[in-house]
T-cell receptor, first 113, second 115 residues
Framework: GENVEQHPSTLSVQEGDSAVIKCTYS??????FPWYKQELGKGPQLIID?????GEKKDQRIAVTLNKTAKHFSLHITETQPEDSAVYFC????????????FGGGTRLMVKP | EAEVAQSPRYKITEKSQAVAFWCDPI?????LYWYRQILGQGPELLVQ??????VDDSQLPKDRFSAERLKGVDSTLKIQPAELGDSAMYLC???WGTGGNTEAFFGQGTRLTVV
């Protein structure tokens, strides 16, 4: 089955700096890659996703890149703010398996004011 | 804004007792998932429903866990008997359907503590 590795496990940045979180996946059949933000005591919230026919997608301060050849994808957050502090999860899924998501281990992002 | 509803938010139970969690997906979502999230880890799929049918329950510990979605709308996940290792966040998610590439929306989860 699919295996998703996520790095780093913790990331501390100064407010205004950029943050980058990287994930690798094992199954080349995966074609959908969402990112979730999870705040303490809450469920994961979808923040951005990318499909295999696209190399990059941007939404305001958040961008995601996908390299299918290398089987890795990354989340980029620019101009970080204290409210960006949370745990971020990457995930991967294969279309023919419904939408079963395999998650990475998570990255705890801390933005220091 | 439509949300996935889960109850209770928190549950403390003694080991060997039975416990149940309830989920009401976003209206119109045919696919429903139950995930378990151990503290400090990513969510792991327990069971997936398409309408009232189980699509995947390969990771569900069937000796103690059961899940149902009788009318293809809301769902119940049950643990009997609960064990100390079952302490975790139980998350429900829903999406429009299978075929892939459709967003999954999560509820707030039920935090289970087994003592």
């Amino acid at each position: 089955g699919e295996n998703v590795e996520q790095h780093p496990s913790t990331l501390s940045v100064q407010e205004g700096d950029s943050a980058v979180i990287k994930c690798t996946y094992s199954d080349s059949a995966s074609n959908y890659f969402p990112w979730y933000k999870q705040e303490l005591g809450k469920g994961p919230q979808l923040i951005i996703d990318i499909r295999s026919n696209v190399g990059e997608k941007k939404d305001q301060r958040i961008a995601v890149t996908l390299n299918k050849t290398a089987k890795h994808f990354s989340l980029h957050i620019t101009e970080t703010q204290p409210e960006d502090s949370a745990v971020y999860f990457c995930a991967a899924s294969m279309g023919n398996a419904g939408n079963m998501l395999t998650f990475g281990g998570g990255t705890r992002l801390m933005v220091k004011p | 804004e439509a949300e996935v509803a889960q109850s209770p938010r928190y549950k403390i139970t003694e080991k060997s007792q039975a416990v149940a969690f309830w989920c009401d997906p976003i209206s119109g979502h045919a696919t429903l998932y139950w995930y378990r999230q151990i503290l400090g880890q990513g969510p792991e799929l327990l069971v997936q429903f398409q309408d009232e049918s189980v699509v995947d329950d390969s990771q569900l510990p069937k000796d103690r866990f059961s899940a149902e979605r009788l009318k293809g709308v809301d769902s119940t996940l049950k643990i009997q008997p609960a064990e100390l290792g079952d302490s975790a966040m139980y998350l429900c998610a829903s999406s429009w359907g299978t075929g892939g590439n459709t967003e999954a929306f999560f509820g707030q989860g039920t935090r289970l503590t087994v003592v």
